[in-house]
């Protein structure tokens, strides 16, 4: 056996080495923790690593639940931000893809403006949840300024995954609830890509009864796409985010865009489906760990 010593000595001098040849992806997170609840790092964390990816995350606040419980603590870490960007970029660290969620203020945005700047490289996958709000509404503490702002983050990214609710309102413009067609959509989306990002998916829309799922255009290629998965009961909080965090995978895993979208979509959906199966089910959130098979089956990993 080795002694102490020794391991410590060749687990230093291998540190180069393994950098060097890293075969596992690497990317980042940034969003809150919500300690308990279901959703931003406590989702992304979980899924992505699952998909087979080392899962760095920032987190940018501490909240004991999310913000749609009625009472919550919340602890900002703005201030750690920028240290601990500066503290990877010492040690040489480098990402694969960043993907970015439930951003807590216009310092925070900024950050991130800077984080994509600081860590970018040739290939880097750059992905904007633009977290604001669902079914017509904000969530508590944003509001038409702070969604003006995220679009601006959105110009920056390389694929955004907005709501009807958070597209309209970072085009300042009203929410239509789901009196829409094909036509208002794909002009939705012309309008996003506008602000600068190639990749816009729009979640959370159905042309069809039945059928829910997500529209997406790629401003480069022209090209426009969906894919509709079965409709389920209810709505729950943290899809979003669950979705946000299968296709970031996905597209790291270098699955085409119209084939991320059905991973995403049908991981998501399977995740609705085992919250209902059990009649005890948690209220603030879905059984998503149940349907990790699901997702890495749509991969390609088993
Ligand atoms: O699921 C999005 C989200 C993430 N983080 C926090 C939230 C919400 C939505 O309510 O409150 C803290």
């Not at 687990?11 to 992806?25: L, Q, S």
């Not at 603590?73 to 750690?80: A, G, K, M, W």
């Amino acid at each position: 056996m080795k002694s102490a010593e020794t391991t410590k000595n060749c687990a230093f001098e291998n540190v180069a080495a393994i950098f060097e040849r890293k075969i596992m992806k690497r990317v980042l997170s940034i969003q809150d923790i919500s300690c308990l609840g279901k959703c931003s790092l406590t989702v992304a964390l979980p899924v992505i690593s699952a998909a087979g990816i080392e899962t760095a995350i920032l987190p940018t606040a501490v909240l004991s639940v999310h913000t749609w419980f009625n009472s919550f603590t919340f602890h900002d870490l703005t201030d750690e931000i920028a240290p601990i960007c500066r503290n990877w970029q010492e040690h040489k660290f480098d990402f694969d893809g960043i993907s970015t969620g439930y951003l807590g203020s216009f310092k925070q945005i900024e950050l991130v403006e800077d984080i994509f700047t600081r860590f970018e490289k040739p290939g880097m996958l750059k992905l904007v949840d633009p977290v604001l709000g669902d079914h017509g509404k904000f969530y508590v503490g944003f509001d038409p300024k702070f969604a003006k702002r995220m679009s601006q983050l959105c110009g920056k990214a390389d694929v955004i995954v907005p709501n009807l609710t958070e597209a309209a309102f970072m085009l300042g413009e009203e929410y239509k609830g789901s009196n829409y067609d094909e036509k208002y959509i794909l002009n939705l989306m012309k309008r996003l890509a506008d602000l600068g990002a190639p990749n816009v998916v729009i979640t959370g829309i159905s042309y069809e009864k039945g059928k829910y799922g997500v529209a997406a255009w790629n401003a480069e290629k022209e090209e426009y796409s969906t894919y509709f998965g079965e409709e389920q009961p209810g709505t729950f909080h943290g899809t979003g985010d669950l979705f946000s965090a299968a296709l970031f995978s996905a597209l790291i895993c270098k699955q085409p865009m119209l084939q991320a979208l059905e991973t995403a979509v049908e991981f998501t959906v399977e995740s609705i489906r085992c919250t209902l199966q059990n009649p005890d089910h948690i209220p603030y959130g879905v059984e998503f760990e149940r349907a990790i098979p699901v997702l890495l089956r749509k991969l390609g990993k088993i």
